[in-house]
């Protein structure tokens, strides 16, 4: 992991969220309500500075959070079919939306005071390189937020979402064994908070450049 950008599986992965775009908010909607919308809102009080990149914006569900900030707020996505349903909402608030690759971030060095992301880095193909671009885009004060899934600090869950992992990558292009804190640390970064949220499966974290 981490270095050259692995282009078929990055297809994959688009074309996957692509398909399911329409049926992304209903699927989603159980676990929206029973805890998604209580992290975001956890998420979004961290949220620091006028500029604010989010990557992997999808369909916008954390659209809603944005509401009532002064912001210049950039959201990124590489599934057209995602930004597409973002894009009325994004319009009305302001939101200036791009289709891109996180692994290859189009924007210039020290850009944003906030880099955000909430179920993201389960389907980046390498991880670390876009938690690199992200560093290499965010002020040195600047701060990144994330809300993920992990590979959970039980042992006997962590060998069984090991085994699964390789099923749900060819399947839908989800790893659901991410080393996320790890991953963050490798990219250059100091954890300022850990949070579980759902046992250990669920976490949000916020850092801020080494
Ligand atoms: C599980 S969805 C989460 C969407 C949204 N953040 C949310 O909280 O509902 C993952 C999103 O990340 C996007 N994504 C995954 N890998 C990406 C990459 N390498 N570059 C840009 N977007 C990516 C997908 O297209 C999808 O919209």
């Known amino acids: 992991m981490s270095g050259q950008i692995n282009k078929e599986q990055t297809r994959f992965v688009r074309e996957r969220y692509n398909r399911i775009s329409r049926l992304y908010n209903v699927l989603e909607w159980p676990m929206e309500i029973a805890f998604y919308r209580?992290?975001?809102r956890k998420l979004f009080a961290r949220l620091q500075g006028r500029r604010v990149l989010e990557i992997g914006i999808g369909t916008g569900k954390n659209l809603p959070f944005y509401r009532g900030r002064t912001l210049k707020a950039v959201g990124l996505d590489f599934s057209e079919g995602m930004l597409y349903h973002a894009l009325p909402r994004a319009r009305e608030l302001g939101i200036l939306l791009v289709q891109g690759d996180?692994?290859?971030?189009?924007?210039?060095?020290?850009?944003?005071?906030?880099?955000?992301?909430?179920?993201?880095?389960?389907?980046?193909?390498?991880?670390?390189l876009g938690l690199s671009e992200i560093r290499r885009v965010l002020k040195p004060e600047g701060r990144l937020l994330l809300l993920e899934h992990v590979l959970p600090e039980n042992r006997f869950l962590a060998e069984w979402f090991n085994r699964l992992n390789a099923y749900t990558v060819r399947r839908i292009?989800?790893?659901?064994?991410?080393?996320?804190?790890?991953?963050?640390?490798?990219?250059?970064?100091?954890?300022?908070?850990?949070?579980?949220?759902?046992s250990t499966i669920f976490k949000l974290f916020v850092a801020h450049p080494q």
């Open 38 to 40: 209580r992290w975001r």
């Open 102 to 128: 996180a692994q290859l971030l189009p924007f210039k060095d020290h850009q944003f005071d906030t880099v955000l992301a909430t179920f993201v880095f389960c389907s980046v193909p390498d991880p670390v």
């Open 173 to 198: 292009g989800v790893n659901i064994n991410r080393t996320t804190a790890q991953n963050i640390r490798r990219a250059g970064f100091d954890i300022l908070e850990e949070h579980n949220l759902l």
